[in-house]
């Protein structure tokens, strides 16, 4: 079995953030990178931000620095990752792609110890980069420009230290002196030969400066102190002098933030400290230090402060006074509290942009009290799916033509959040309207050419036209010269200042003053179809004779004399738009009575016919942009919707006027509609049915999404004040106008909020509900807080109410000591999109695990069993006593606990009974009349068991390190035995075809000869007494694919996505990634695609060999491959990057195929769509 | 995300000695052999101690985690702390992760 692999949603959350004017204009923009994707923001002047550029790494970038040399306007990127490499990025905004401008190989692949890519400096002038590794080694660049203004990069200089630990590396600002480097380091030789410990203990963390003689071209450790032992982070102070006034711009050197305070340092000055403030919770851990998470500065004209956020989302602002490099001292302040970051940056606007790693939000101490917003606004904030926790997908909302949707559960701590993505464009409607009657048609047009919004809105009946005026209230007009008592074919604003009406009975030119002149059909003939852009109208006459007018440079409309007699009636048609400049376009298309399009040009005939399935409906000429296609040009695009509810697409060749490559797709079950419209300011297609699809480009790609939304019968596009890019539609006898917000994001999230950490959720068996359980770690229980806040009034101590007031979801909650639990269950109606009250565990109890089990004791009665602990410790694990907890779903008050020796981390219904992973052991449990009774018990196991799955009497068993293990379940003598094992050791398991915490999905298999050998053994005293192999069971499974996804997989599902398709595994990462690993169908698919893959590989970005297609430089193999080989699985990410490839690299790999280049990507597109709908 | 529970686990992630020491220098360059040992940090030979053993595997495993961002994230949920914590507190206890040295023998 081969399996192909794609991605749905690509990783959400942000690890790494910075500034700068990548374009090389004035505006700033924001690089992020999301784990293994590296993408480009642009906030608008109101703060809005839109993503231009997103690119898969194929590798996980551990640091992003940008900088600017020297008299420069453009900033770079520097990135460090696991490639082993430095890579320099340069955004090209023309073409809108990242160009590796540098890519300097150091050392090994992956994120290694001593290996560089964890830490980057840059020199606040350009001029060189340190870039660290976590021990020891420190490599220096040098950056600089070459006669011809391109930017160079020197050879590396090392500064490494053996046996040192770095904890932060940062550049000193030193203006134009040598460049410095400030780094936190700590000697481990000393405590690794001292076995009394006192080494260990008097280990001292190091602030040492390394100084870049760029006259000697060598690095010297300049000044090393010993600092506080718990720092953990650096932050650069302005210095160095100004060029024009000979002032200071600051006293240059380093903040150092420890644990509770901060200090000041510099080379041979003073230091000073200030305390990190803490909250003044009540409730707080009072061992518990504080610490600086993320920071940032902001220099401004003579002046600059920090930002500081400490890891329980409060953000500090500290001020340094002092006279030129003369520090007086140091000031902190509490500024605010936004969620814990990972990256903070501050834009010149004075937009503050957080990067945040996860939906965290814990809570302030000491010295004041947290409050809402005072000094920031919420000006936009990006969706995230980070963390996912759990996930599952099914088809509960039963629209029609619905595909399925995908639950998850996500966040952490009060920020978490239970989420439904379903597959679509987000549509917000801003007005809704009822109409006298049902129209047929909408259209909007404006008065003149120049105007900016649109001035009526028409809307045709059976039997007359109804125009409505756009202004601060949307009403009736009459005095418009429009034809008020027929039906309206067509509307356009044609020639500067003229409006058109096409009717069944004639054309109405609508002049600026009023004057109409008309053309009226010859009598006993009716237009039956009509088609117009801004000079051209054509209209189709029920004598199946073609009219064709064109506007003159007078501005009157002139019917070209020569009328075309078609033969048969007319169905539909298309005039594409004029093209800039030009007069008139030569592209018509139009589709006659019988079943086959015919293609007609205006300038000289030619025919072209298609194969069509049902009569068309619809057809439709529109540029669009594809990058696939054509770099530089819009591409011509033939639609052509039929009845029966399909959509054809092709592509037009203006040179040859074939047409080429087409596509199908199915849309829904009504006649397919087609409309142009403008979304976001470029063409797009509006394809209805019975669901709404709209074609649009989004950074430079065509995509196809269906729009959660009402099905509409018709549609335009609609530009008004309020909604300046909006779309009006016609639904029954609704008038609703609505937006698009979003391009390009195709998952629709709706959420709702819960308590704790999600940890586990599951369905119904047969009722459409989810139970959730809930539990977070370093957390006071309702009950546990209540006693506490009691206990601290007996002892006489006064409690501040405002401290308890701030809601957690702003603050998040006051962090206990470990072991301390805050838990509860829910369930949640997702058709409803509500949640019943959640039910707290009391007595420091948490939820771990819980299943719906059928009792065959109770004749198949569905029980819920939760499986939870009480005073759990993490580390080692440790529990004073695990609970099964079964409460009936249908006799009410029929609940019972039972105690268990260890946690219980996983349960699971199995042949009428419950099968729990209880610590170590593998339990099956029957109902008793007051308790569970323990009937059967396997103690073989290595470590944890944390999942189980099951099929007939063979159980799979995933433990926390050994991988997975098959069991057998032999009721004659109730034993429960392995069978067989895996070979390689693992961590924590999800599913069969399983994923492990290193980001490894991989399918196994039992060798086909040991099914009957345990089958057929009636006792298992065959598998009981067989010889064990690699100290394990008698039998080892053997891998079938291996592939890593870089993301730690959190839910595994076997499932069918598109209707009647075949079915996919669908996963969910922890840091908000889903995906699909799609088996292959034929041989000849798995050929084609490897072959691709294979050409993808070597493929290059300008020439620069290994690792071409990846912006870190990180060879694809190697990293899809990261801890296993890859095994029978095709990359899909790498083999889309196809579409962006040049058209002479498309056309080369391609002829190698033998295909052309039309054809593989309709076979890339049509995987995707086959497999997910996306 | 039951299996958070398991949480702070240390874990073999790579096999130092596994480094690509070509077979020629394994057995002819001994004098090579301390050049490469004191280069690449971590790497095994013949008498190297249990307690050294699992030292350079806890700080590698450390290093990984703190390295790759999906890892730390996990710890960090388990243990509901923010990533910054788990990073910080992962990079002390590169410092000494298997506690003080053994005592040397004498023989």
Not at chain 1, 557 to 570: C, P
Not at chain 1, 735 to 745: A, Y
Not at chain 1, 1085 to 1101: A, K, S
């Amino acid at each position: 079995m081969h399996l192909y692999h794609l991605t749905l949603q690509p990783p959400t959350c942000i690890n790494q953030a910075v500034v700068g004017n990548f374009s090389g204009t004035r505006q700033q923009e924001i690089m992020v990178s999301r784990g293994s994707r590296l993408e480009l923001l642009r906030p608008d002047a109101h703060g809005k931000v839109t993503t231009i550029l997103a690119q898969d790494a194929f590798g996980s970038i551990r640091a992003l620095a940008a900088f600017r040399l020297t008299g420069g306007t453009k900033d770079y990127a520097i990135l460090g990752s696991d490639s082993g490499r430095i890579v320099i990025l340069e955004y090209e905004p023309k073409t809108n792609t990242f160009n590796k401008l540098h890519q300097e190989t150091f050392g090994k692949s992956g994120a290694r110890r001593i290996v560089p890519g964890q830490y980057l400096a840059i020199d606040p002038k350009g001029r060189a980069v340190m870039i660290g590794a976590m021990e020891k080694a420190k490599l220096v660049y040098i950056l600089n420009r070459d006669a011809a203004a391109n930017l160079t990069i020197s050879s590396p200089l090392e500064a490494h230290k053996n046996h040192a630990i770095i904890h932060h590396i940062v550049a000193v600002d030193v203006g134009f002196e040598n460049p410095m480097y400030a780094a936190l380091e700590v000697d481990y030789t000393e405590p690794d030969r001292d076995p009394t410990g006192e080494a260990f203990h008097n280990a001292e963390k190091m602030l040492t400066f390394y100084e870049l003689d760029l006259g000697l071209n060598h690095v010297v450790r300049k000044w090393s102190e010993p600092t506080d032992p718990r720092a953990n982070l650096l932050v650069q102070v302005p210095g160095g002098q100004s060029a024009s006034s000979n002032k200071f711009d600051g006293p240059s050197g380093v903040l150092v933030c420890c644990e509770d305070h901060i200090i000041y340092r510099h080379m041979d000055h003073e230091q000073h400290r200030v305390p990190i403030p803490h909250r003044e919770h009540p409730l707080r851990d009072k061992e518990r230090g504080l610490i600086i998470v993320s920071a940032v500065m902001h220099k401004m004209k003579g002046a600059f402060f920090f930002l500081l956020q400490s890891e329980e989302g409060d953000l500090y602002k500290v001020t340094i006074d002092h006279e030129d490099e003369e520090v007086k001292s140091l000031k902190i302040k509490y500024f605010d509290t936004v969620p814990v970051s990972s990256s903070l940056c501050i834009l010149k606007s004075g937009f503050l942009f957080f990067g945040m790693s996860d939906a965290s939000m814990p809570l302030p101490t000491a010295f004041f009290k947290p409050r809402s917003l005072e000094n920031l606004v919420l000006v936009d904030e990006l969706e995230s799916l980070n963390p996912i926790v759990d996930g599952r997908v099914s088809n509960l909302l039963e629209a029609a033509g619905e595909t399925p949707q995908i639950f998850t559960a996500c966040g952490r701590g009060p920020r978490s959040t239970f989420r439904m993505l379903r597959h679509g464009l987000e549509a917000e409607e801003s007005v809704s309207s009822d109409l006298p009657g049902i129209p047929n048609a909408v259209w909007t047009t404006k008065l003149r050419e120049d105007d900016t919004y649109d001035s009526y809105i028409i809307l045709s009946f059976v039997n007359g036209t109804l125009v409505l005026s756009i202004g601060e209230t949307i009403e009736e007009v009459s005095d418009t010269g429009f034809l008020s008592s027929a039906p309206t074919l067509a509307v356009q604003q044609i020639g500067n200042d003229a409006l058109l009406q096409v009717h069944p009975h004639g054309i109405r030119h609508v002049l600026a003053d009023r004057r109409v002149n008309e053309w009226k059909v010859p009598p006993g003939k009716t237009i039956v179809s009509a088609t117009t852009n801004k000079r051209q109208v054509i209209v189709a006459l029920s004598s199946a004779e073609l009219v064709y007018f064109e506007l003159d440079l007078e501005g009157q409309l002139n019917e070209y004399q020569d009328r075309k007699a078609m033969g048969s009636t007319v169905l539909t048609m298309s005039v594409a738009e004029v093209p800039e400049g030009r007069q008139r376009t030569p592209y018509l298309v139009r589709v006659s009575g019988h079943l086959s399009e015919k293609f007609y040009s205006l300038s000289n005939d030619f025919r072209l016919s298609v194969a069509l399935t049902a009569p068309p409906s619809a057809i439709c000429i529109a540029e669009m942009l594809d990058a696939s296609i054509d770099k530089n040009r819009p591409t011509l695009f033939v639609n052509i919707g039929l009845t029966n509810g399909v959509l054809l697409r092709t592509v037009l060749d203006p040179v040859q006027g074939s047409l080429t490559d087409t596509r199908t797709r199915f849309l829904g079950t009504r006649p397919v509609r087609l409309i142009r419209v403008a979304v976001h300011g470029s063409p797009s297609i509006l394809a209805l049915s019975s669901r709404s699809w709209l074609n649009y480009t989004h950074q430079n790609l065509l995509h196809f999404t269906p729009l959660i939304f009402e099905s509409l019968d018709h549609a335009w596009s609609f530009s008004a004040e309020l909604c300046p890019d909006g779309l009006i539609g016609i639904a029954g006898s609704v008038l609703r106008i609505f937006q698009i917000p979003k391009l390009g994001q195709k998952l629709k999230q709706e959420s709702m909020p819960l308590l704790y950490t999600p940890r586990k959720f599951i369905s119904h068996p047969t009722n459409k509900l989810f139970y959730l359980i809930e539990s977070d770690h370093r957390t006071l229980g309702p009950d546990v807080a209540q006693k506490r806040l009691e206990d601290l009034a007996a002892s006489g101590k006064s409690v501040d109410q405002d401290m308890l007031d701030p809601g957690p979801e702003v603050f998040g909650r006051p962090k206990a000591e470990s072991g301390q639990w805050a838990s509860c269950i829910r369930i949640i109606d997702p058709v409803q999109w509500k949640s019943l009250p959640p039910i707290h565990f009391t007595r420091n109890e948490a939820a771990f695990s819980l299943a719906i089990v059928p009792f065959n004791e109770r004749g198949g009665e569905l029980h819920l069993v939760v499986g939870t602990a009480r005073d759990t410790f993490l580390a080692p694990r440790s529990c004073t006593t695990g609970v099964l907890r079964r409460t009936s779903s249908q006799t009410k008050g029929a609940r019972c606990s039972t105690e268990t020796d260890d946690v219980p981390l996983a349960l699971m219904g199995f042949r009428g009974r419950l099968l729990a992973g209880v610590g170590k052991a593998l339990r099956i449990y029957d109902i008793g009349k007051k308790k569970l009774l323990r009937k059967c018990e396997n103690k073989n196991f290595a470590s944890a068991i944390v999942t189980l799955n099951t099929q007939g009497s063979r159980i799979i068993v995933g433990d926390a390190q050994d991988s997975l293990h098959y069991c057998v379940y032999k009721p004659p003598e109730n034993r429960l035995l392995i069978f067989a094992d895996d070979t390689s050791p693992r961590l924590d398991y999800v599913d069969f075809a399983a994923g492990d915490k290193f980001g490894n999905i991989f399918l196994n298999r039992l060798p086909p000869n040991v099914t009957p050998l345990v089958d057929e053994d009636p006792t298992g005293a065959g598998i009981l007494h067989e010889k064990t192999v690699l100290m394990g069971a008698p039998h080892k499974t053997r891998l079938l694919a291996h592939f890593h996804i870089g993301d730690i997989v959190t839910s595994l599902q076997r499932v069918a996505l598109v209707p009647g398709g075949r079915e996919v595994l669908l996963y969910t990462g922890l840091t908000g990634s889903v995906g699909l690993l799609v088996p292959f169908v034929s041989k000849e698919d798995t050929d084609f695609m490897t072959t691709l893959e294979q050409h993808m590989r070597t493929e290059g970005i300008g020439g620069q060999g290994a690792g071409g297609q990846s912006i870190v430089g990180r060879d694809q193999m190697s990293y899809r491959g990261y801890y296993v080989p890859v095994k029978a699985a095709v990359d899909g990410d790498l083999c889309e990057r196809f579409a962006w490839l040049p058209a002479a690299r498309q056309a080369a790999i391609a002829s190698e195929l033998d295909r052309t280049v039309g054809e593989v990507l309709k076979k890339l597109e049509g995987l995707r769509v086959t497999a997910s709908g996306l | 995300m039951s299996t958070a529970i398991s949480g702070i686990r240390l874990t073999c992630v790579k096999r130092p000695w596994c480094n690509n020491m070509s077979s020629e220098l394994r057995f002819t360059a001994t004098t090579q052999t301390e050049h490469l040992h004191a280069r690449y940090t971590g790497t095994g030979h013949a008498d190297m101690t249990k307690y050294d053993w699992l030292t350079h595997q806890h700080r590698d495993t450390c290093a990984s985690i703190v390295g790759h961002f999906p890892l730390s994230l996990y710890l960090a949920i388990g243990d509901n702390e923010s990533i910054g914590r788990v990073k910080f507190e992962m990079t002390e206890r590169m410092l000494q992760p298997c506690g003080p040295p053994p005592e040397k023998d004498d023989d």
